[in-house]
């Protein structure tokens, strides 16, 4: 059983990670980011009502957010562990999902910091590619797909997303520092917290949390 939980500034490679992680333990990766985008391409009552605040950099209202994870949580999938990927991004949303779990006669188990400095993000953001079909992550440089422009999991074409320009990057990373970091201090008070070095090589970065997982399971 790992119910872990992902911190890390935007394209610190939480994503990447929750992916191997997710592929090693055999428990769902739960990213609302990726959630999100599916309901803005469906273009459904909540995307329509966050595509405009995503593009922008800020932060969609806890309410929805929380919402979401709720029912996720719920899916069968989830009884032997997940690894929830962004989020939660606000200590509101951290007290609600400690709420929630609280209700489940659940807890989560680790918390896992990537370390990245914002002049890192901003560069490695920009050569940062999404599948639109199916969510997946890469990277021209650290990452890069094996099939060029196509996604390795399903052949669809990758794309550069809407929130990372160099602008919104920034905006995201001004909104981080302001709400999210502070998560940090939450969850070291709870005993759960451990960092990474979040390095340019997938590998290497790879190799640091594998070595958390180990001696905190």
Same mark, same amino acid.
């Given at each position: *059983?790992?119910? /872990?939980?992902l911190?890390?500034?935007p394209?610190?490679g939480?994503?990447t990670?929750a992916?191997l992680?997710?592929?090693?333990?055999?428990i769902?990766?739960?990213?609302?980011?990726?959630i999100?985008? !599916?309901?803005?391409?469906?273009?459904s009552a909540l995307?329509?009502?966050v595509?405009?605040?995503?593009?922008?950099?800020m932060? @969609?209202?806890?309410?929805d957010v929380v !919402?979401?994870?709720?029912?996720? /949580?719920?899916?069968p999938? +989830?009884?032997?562990?997940?690894?929830?990927?962004?989020?939660p $991004?606000t200590?509101?949303q951290?007290e609600?999902l400690?709420g *929630?779990?609280?209700?489940?006669d659940s807890k989560?188990d680790l918390?896992?910091?990537?370390?990245?400095s914002?002049?890192d993000? @901003?560069? $490695? *953001?920009?050569g $940062?590619r999404? +599948?639109?079909?199916?969510g997946s992550?890469?990277?021209?440089e650290y990452?890069?797909s094996?099939?060029?422009?196509l996604?390795d999991?399903?052949?669809?074409p990758?794309? @550069?997303r809407d929130?990372?320009t160099?602008?919104?990057?920034?905006?995201?990373l001004?909104v981080y520092?302001?709400?999210?970091?502070?998560l940090?201090?939450?969850y070291e008070?709870q005993?759960?917290?451990r960092r990474?070095?979040? +390095? !340019?090589?997938?590998?290497?970065?790879?190799a640091n *949390?594998n070595?958390?997982?180990?001696?905190?399971?």
């Amino acid at each position: *059983m790992l119910r /872990l939980i992902l911190l890390g500034a935007p394209g610190a490679g939480k994503g990447t990670q929750a992916d191997l992680i997710s592929q090693n333990y055999g428990i769902p990766q739960i990213s609302t980011g990726v959630i999100l985008r !599916e309901e803005i391409a469906k273009e459904s009552a909540l995307g329509k009502k966050v595509k405009g605040i995503i593009e922008s950099g800020m932060l @969609v209202p806890d309410e929805d957010v929380v !919402e979401i994870v709720k029912n996720r /949580l719920r899916q069968p999938d +989830c009884k032997d562990g997940y690894i929830l990927d962004g989020f939660p $991004r606000t200590i509101p949303q951290a007290e609600a999902l400690d709420g *929630m779990l609280s209700e489940l006669d659940s807890k989560i188990d680790l918390v896992i910091s990537i370390e990245v400095s914002d002049g890192d993000i @901003v560069r $490695r *953001m920009s050569g $940062r590619r999404i +599948c639109r079909n199916c969510g997946s992550t890469f990277h021209t440089e650290y990452n890069p797909s094996r099939n060029g422009n196509l996604c390795d999991k399903c052949n669809a074409p990758l794309a @550069v997303r809407d929130d990372d320009t160099p602008e919104v990057v920034e905006e995201r990373l001004r909104v981080y520092h302001e709400k999210t970091a502070s998560l940090k201090e939450y969850y070291e008070k709870q005993g759960k917290l451990r960092r990474i070095q979040g +390095c !340019e090589q997938l590998a290497e970065t790879t190799a640091n *949390m594998n070595k958390v997982l180990k001696e905190a399971l």
